[in-house]
């Protein structure tokens, strides 16, 4: 019980919080609280090769990554007979991706354009790459973690999950396409996906 009340606690605090960041960026043209000092801080240390790692990290959390993604696990899970792991990766991927689509569309924030390291269309909040990389990559490791048995091994992957959202995030606002209040955003109801898929996963389970 006091598991759930501190669960319903923190999504009810980060439900809040990106509500608060949504209102305060509709149809903004520009950076809200600290956005353009982390933005100046940022671009202040641009180099090639930085640019170049950049890239290839802000790959991981593309549309094209996680298709390809999407596939091998769907084959490695019916190889290996792990069909229940296939549901709750799927819906971290399909239903962020759709409700980041509606969510920029209702907020429609310009994204940070004289920041731009490369080309980018859409609307910017939130950023859709932190988003389906914080609901997509958790959800894989709470679904690999379940079956390992020593901690610390449990550990190291979680420490490994985060430091994979962390820099997909920070590429997006190193090649300037989304803001530092976009990214976090993207974290927050990634997040909240995540909670919410394990949450039906485990409610499945349990009453099989």
């Known amino acids: 019980m006091k598991v759930k009340k501190r669960t319903l606690f923190i999504v009810s605090i980060l439900s809040i919080i990106f509500l608060i960041f949504a209102f305060l960026t509709k149809n903004k043209e520009s950076g809200i609280w600290i956005d353009e000092a982390v933005m100046d ?6 180099t090639p090769i930085r640019t170049t790692l950049m890239k ?14 999407g596939l091998s696990i769907l084959f490695f899970s019916i190889k290996y007979k792990h069909i229940e792991n296939i549901v709750p990766l799927i819906l971290s991927t399909v239903v ?4 980041n689509t509606i969510i920029k569309h209702m907020v429609t924030r310009t994204r940070p354009i004289n920041y731009f390291l490369i080309k980018q269309g859409g609307y910017s909040f939130p950023s859709g790459h932190s988003m389906v990389s914080m609901c997509f ?4 490791t709470y679904l690999l973690t379940k079956n390992i048995k020593t901690k610390n091994k449990r550990i190291i992957l979680w420490i490994v999950n985060f430091i994979i959202i962390g820099l997909i995030g920070y590429s997006r606002m190193y090649l300037g396409v989304h803001w530092f209040s976009d990214v976090l955003a993207g974290y927050i109801m990634g997040f909240l996906l995540f909670l919410f898929i394990i949450y039906i996963f485990n409610k499945k389970h349990q009453y099989k």
């Open 41 to 46: 801080l940022i671009h202040n240390n641009i």
């Open 137 to 140: 990559y958790t959800t894989m």
């Open 56 to 69: 290839i990290i802000t790959f991981f959390g593309s549309t094209y990554f996680f298709i390809l993604a």
């Open 96 to 99: 962020c991706f759709l409700l």
